[in-house]
């Protein structure tokens, strides 16, 4: 028999019970000299008995090691080997050791994911009490308004202009953005600079992410989101227009600029962005004609400029009657709050002027009687939200704090915290309100813009396989088969690539023709099948508007618009 010795210098001591780390060592120990002879049960491969020996202050420990592979272990709390130890012991120990065995220091806990239930029916759901306005409830109605149009046509500009005029800004506020866009040499900018707060933006001189601010009128709360026009940040753009209930289209007068806007050479960005927020449901348009003073109010260039743009938004699918006209000079505040006073303008215009026309628009529909639908436009960082904290409108059923929410597609329950709706907080939200909302119990990484917040017992669809009816715009090059390129949808954007054609649509009638082609050309409409290069989460057209709307661009350009007419794969 071979024995091994081991000095350990420490003071004798004794325990009455074990402590909790000598089981642990002692499972330790065993749990290396066990090993599995069958499935069903585990034997010793050393059997070790130990005898302690006092030398002076020091223990001598000796093993007697033999082999028995027959044997089960029978050890006591120290490690010894005892006739006397309970069953119950040596249950306990012989657990711990298989726990032990069977522990990895590389696996990594299972994170909690939610069971996502399978969608029950939707005629079956029905909105709670709470979810409804009562006629007591003394809310503003929201009006969610776009500000779009081509870069340099002063939108920022006409958004500061409208806040100062409406008290939103005050006068000393106003004297430090004047004071700094001298020092910049960019006095002309004053206004802009309201919206455009970033370095970046205001050294370029132009918007780059989309501004929000708000202002009252006489039948809204207005939620101004100015869109930037510059095309590298076309992606930014929709993100605003997404969220909009109707939008400002701001148009430069000025000789050679709205017809840059139209595109002389190619696409404009006048006419991708009336594509664009049309193709995200916006029906009333009120076509801003700015810069006005530089064609000194020119009448026959007013009617110039609708007869041109007119004809193209007739073609997007825009009705006469929701697109109201309105020339302006935001720089020279000329018919922007009160009706034309430079009597080369009032001379031939009695309509109304920019803020009445945005009061007169049509009060926007919000559906409360379906399930909640969240999507998320940005995940923010705020003290008073938390730290997991989401901003977006809310575009179909309502939430409340301390409701339970699924958090898609991560599948993950999480509990609305706080909710803050223009900045101060409230304790619920309704279909058409934009809100920022704090949530807990859920870690940060499930959280990501282009998800969507939903009701737990409906989630929302997640898909890689979409059929899409789209409208092909005016493009130079063919789209064929196989064709790669940027889906956007509500506030998602991914890779994607068309991989069949199903049919072609007639124009007039919109019945599938007998011929399939092998490619899409300009102004054709037809019905593809696309793949993801991952799932997003998305809607049928039919079932949720807000969800299935949809734009396909390639080569920074939007060559194509649609809805999503069926949902292929679902996760």
Same mark, same amino acid.
């Given at each position: ?247 400002? &289209?701001?148009?430069? /007068?000025?000789? @050679?600029?709205? =017809? $840059? %806007?139209?595109?002389?050479? #190619? ?117 008073? &939200?938390?730290?997991? /904290?989401?901003? @977006?409108?809310? =575009? $179909? %059923?309502?939430?409340?704090? #301390? ?169």
């Amino acid at each position: 028999m071979a024995h091994k010795e081991r000095r350990i210098n420490i003071v004798p001591f004794k325990f009455d019970t074990p402590s909790p780390d000598d089981m642990v060592a002692t499972g330790l120990k065993s749990s290396r000299n066990v090993r599995k002879v069958d499935t069903d049960a585990l034997y010793i491969d050393v059997h070790i008995a130990e005898k302690k020996v006092m030398d002076n202050d020091n223990f001598i420990t000796e093993k007697d090691t033999t082999t028995d592979p027959n044997s089960p272990v029978k050890l006591n709390e120290f490690g010894e080997s005892s006739k006397g130890v309970s069953v119950d012991s040596q249950n306990k120990t012989l657990s711990l050791d298989h726990e032990l065995q069977h522990l990895s220091l590389e696996r990594k806990p299972q994170k909690s994911k939610a069971k996502i239930k399978k969608p029950v029916s939707l005629s079956l759901y029905k909105p709670e009490p709470w979810m409804l306005q009562r006629e007591d409830e003394d809310i503003p109605r929201q009006l969610n308004l776009a500000i779009v149009g081509h870069v340099d046509s002063g939108k920022s500009t006409l958004c500061g202009r409208l806040l100062h005029a409406l008290g939103r800004i005050s006068k000393k506020q106003m004297h430090k953005y004047e004071k700094e866009a001298k020092e910049k040499g960019k006095g002309s900018f004053a206004y802009a600079w309201a919206m455009d707060e970033s370095a970046d933006e205001r050294e370029r001189g132009i918007t780059m992410t989309v501004g929000v601010a708000y202002f009252d009128t006489k039948n809204y709360h207005v939620v101004l989101l100015d869109s930037p026009g510059h095309k590298d940040f076309v992606p930014n753009m929709i993100s605003g227009a997404t969220q909009s209930d109707a939008a400002v &289209l701001v148009i430069d /007068a000025s000789v @050679g600029s709205f =017809e $840059a %806007g139209m595109g002389v050479n #190619g696409i404009g960005q006048t006419k991708e962005h009336s594509q664009l927020i049309r193709s995200f449901g916006v029906d009333n348009l009120i076509v801003a004609v700015n810069k006005m003073d530089s064609v000194e109010y020119s009448k026959e260039r007013f009617n110039f400029i609708k007869s041109q743009l007119g004809t193209f938004l007739r073609s997007c699918g825009y009705k006469d009657s929701a697109i109201a006209w309105v020339p302006m000079s935001a720089m020279e505040n000329e018919n922007l709050m009160a009706a034309a006073s430079d009597t080369r303008l009032s001379s031939w215009y009695d309509g109304n002027c920019l803020l009445k026309a945005i009061d007169t628009l049509p009060p926007p529909y919000h559906d409360v009687s379906k399930p909640l639908r969240l999507p998320i436009c940005d995940v923010i960082s705020s003290h008073t &939200l938390g730290q997991v /904290a989401i901003g @977006g409108k809310v =575009e $179909a %059923g309502a939430i409340r704090s #301390g409701c339970k929410v699924l958090v898609m597609p991560s599948g993950e329950l999480a509990v609305v915290k706080t909710i803050e709706r223009n900045s101060s907080s409230c304790n619920l939200a309704r279909a058409g309100d934009n809100v920022a909302i704090g949530l807990q119990g859920i870690d940060p990484s499930h959280v990501m813009s282009g998800g969507v917040i939903c009701h737990p017992d409906y989630p929302v669809s997640v898909a890689s396989c979409l059929e899409l009816k789209i409208l092909v715009l005016d493009i130079t090059v063919p789209i064929l088969v196989g064709l790669e390129f940027e889906l956007h949808i509500h506030h998602a954007k991914v890779s994607a690539s068309m991989v069949k054609i199903l049919s072609l649509l007639e124009q007039k009638t919109g019945k599938a023709s007998k011929k399939i082609p092998r490619f899409l050309t300009s102004r054709q409409t037809a019905v593809i099948e696309v793949k993801l290069e991952k799932e997003v989460c998305v809607e049928e057209f039919s079932n949720l508007k807000a969800l299935g709307r949809v734009s396909l661009r390639s080569q920074g350009n939007t060559v194509a618009v649609g809805i999503v007419s069926r949902v292929r794969e679902q996760a």
